[in-house]
């Protein structure tokens, strides 16, 4: 069967060979067996994040849509984070009068998990649909209602004839993948089986020709983290050069997501976060695609381009239209060139967004001293050796990690780093011993494409003019761990890496 007609989303690590621990460098890690990266783990784990959080914040993007998390109550916790970043999503795409998302936990507790789920998942179906009608339900199932056998697909079909709401469902059980990233193709699992509906005899909606006068069309997939600046900027970018633009899933309503089904083109913001819907659209609608670059960088932006011109015969309009881009945010990044010249920055970040801007650093002079990537696939093995090779064949560090702060910490006292740039909550880490921090993105500001060269430049740049409130904090806030963890291998507890003998995993903790 093939993904589209499966019932249970593959992990990634069968599907396109993940990995969630390694401890090298980045000319190594394109030379370790597949095999090895991915049967790699840790011996001692501090943190990590479940599939369930990025499967979560997508589906809570979709409007007028509840979601039915059925497991125990802390699973259905993490959709509150997640609804302050929703409703700062709908503000910035004008509307100042977004509701919250709808998510709702069955909260199965311990006589539940003795005697069953399946009458509380029921219940908690029929009462959403009562009380908040909603135009479509999705239906999460998490690993408690796994492991005690709850029969998921035997409730939905029972509850749909009690309901005329379209009602979906996803298995999400976190102990199923190490792999945080297949929670992206959960999501889009719920939508290309519910949100794209079929004729009576289960066909496909047809694809419609284009008339040769009228414009071509593509499909830019968003990711639920990528603000709307970033979207009009690739929408910019596109319409410049002749195209028009369809921008979904996340924050779609279900005719736009339909509409996707009638584009010329799907190209991909991301291709670790994009490559399961990417693969539905091509199978099923025979819509070509680019699942390559992520616009972000000079060189970054100009292949993307590129790549979607070559697909039209735009290739003359766009490199005209890169030629311009590229020259004025060159000049309006001068002024900060100095300041940033040969800077040693550490990234931290989802794999394939941690690479590419690293290479947009290193278009600003930085040096790539060291990266730390959520987890590892085919999608950036090459991009590791482009960041070598621009820095003429400098080597540098590489954690793969779901986080795993007691590793990050020890590898950022050992090397000399002048800028951290990642998310909020390594950058607290970093803070901690005082580093200039730069959070990778922002839903506010603009990031990719040449809008973004530049902000991302002034950024950089009044960070490192000015950052005394780490310092001070790095004076005042204790360690977070003991002295001697400083002086292990960072990468001791990777069982790949170290030897048999092993020292217990208590001596890493505080």
Request: hydrophobic share 40%.
């Amino acid at each position: 069967m093939g993904l589209k007609e499966d019932k249970v989303v593959p992990g990634r690590e069968e599907r396109v060979a993940a990995c969630m621990a390694y401890g090298g460098s980045a000319c190594g890690i394109g030379r370790e067996n597949k095999v090895c990266l991915k049967n790699s783990e840790r011996g001692f784990s501090q943190a990590g994040l479940c599939q369930l959080l990025p499967t979560l914040g997508m589906l809570l993007t979709l409007p007028e849509t509840a979601v039915v998390v059925h497991g125990a109550i802390g699973c259905g916790s993490t959709g509150f984070g997640t609804n302050v970043s929703m409703k700062l999503h709908h503000l910035l795409r004008g509307n100042p009068n977004a509701k919250d998302g709808i998510w709702v936990s069955t909260n199965l507790e311990e006589a539940d998990v003795v005697h069953g789920g399946e009458g509380r998942l029921e219940e908690t179906i029929l009462e959403v649909d009562r009380r908040f009608a909603p135009k479509s339900i999705i239906v999460i199932q998490t690993c408690a209602p796994s492991i005690i056998g709850d029969d998921l697909e035997g409730v939905i079909e029972k509850v749909r004839a009690q309901i005329d709401t379209p009602l979906l469902y996803s298995h999400c059980e976190g102990f199923k993948t190490k792999i945080w990233a297949t929670g992206y193709d959960v999501a889009f699992h719920a939508m290309v089986h519910g949100f794209i509906e079929k004729d009576r005899e289960g066909r496909p909606p047809r694809k419609e020709g284009r008339k040769p006068e009228e414009r071509p069309v593509v499909n830019v997939i968003n990711l639920a983290s990528v603000g709307r600046p970033d979207e009009q900027e690739m929408e910019r970018l596109l319409n410049a050069i002749g195209i028009d633009v369809i921008i979904g899933p996340n924050f779609g309503s279900r005719e736009k997501i339909r509409s996707m089904t009638q584009a010329d083109l799907t190209v991909s913001v991301c291709p670790t976060h994009d490559d399961y819907f990417v693969d539905y659209l091509h199978t099923e609608y025979g819509i070509p695609f680019v699942l390559k670059d992520m616009p972000i960088g000079l060189e970054n932006t100009r292949n993307w381009l590129l790549d979607i011109a070559r697909h039209f015969g735009l290739e003359k309009e766009a490199q005209a239209f890169i030629e311009r881009e590229e020259a004025q945010a060159k000049k309006s990044v001068e002024k900060f060139l100095p300041l940033l010249k040969g800077k040693r920055v550490f990234l931290s970040a989802g794999e394939f967004r941690a690479l590419v801007t690293a290479g947009l650093f290193q278009e600003l002079g930085l040096e790539v001293v060291g990266l730390r990537s959520y987890h590892h696939d085919d999608f950036g093995t090459e991009y590791y050796g482009k960041i070598v090779g621009a820095q003429g064949g400098k080597d540098f560090p590489v954690d793969i990690a779901n986080f795993q702060p007691f590793e990050l910490v020890n590898l950022l006292k050992k090397i000399d780093v002048d800028l951290f740039a990642g998310h909020i909550w390594d950058n607290a880490w970093a803070a901690r011993l005082g580093l200039p921090t730069i959070t990778i993105f922002r839903i506010f500001d603009y990031y990719v494409g040449y809008r973004g060269f530049y902000e991302v430049a002034k950024k950089t740049a009044r960070i490192l003019r000015n950052h005394s409130f780490n310092t001070n904090l790095s004076r005042h806030v204790p360690g977070a761990y003991r002295q001697e963890w400083y002086e292990e291998n960072a990468f001791k507890y990777i069982k790949s890496f170290q030897p048999e003998e092993t020292s217990e995993p208590e001596s890493a903790a505080a």
